[in-house]
């Protein structure tokens, strides 16, 4: 699995995880319901600042994100 598979992966799992739609997820971080899912499916890669953004939201230290689950 590349980089930014298992990264796509992670968000969908912790997303899961914290019973949060992906709509949920893109109220608390600013962006748009399209964004989170375009991550989710590996169509984008965020910048660093974006990857803070998401962990926050999630409750995970930025790290979690890019580890193998």
Partial sequence: M????????NIRILRKKKKLSQ???ADKMGVSNSYVSMLE???RSP?????ELIAKA???RAEALLSRM
């Avoid at 590349?2 to 992966?9: E, G, M």
């Avoid at 910048?47 to 990857?51: F, N």
């Fill in 2 to 9: 590349n980089l930014q598979t298992r990264f796509a992966t």
């Fill in 47 to 51: 910048p660093l600042e974006t990857i």
């Fill in 23 to 25: 709509q949920d997820l």
């Fill in 41 to 43: 499916h590996g169509q």
């Fill in 58 to 60: 999630l409750g995970v």
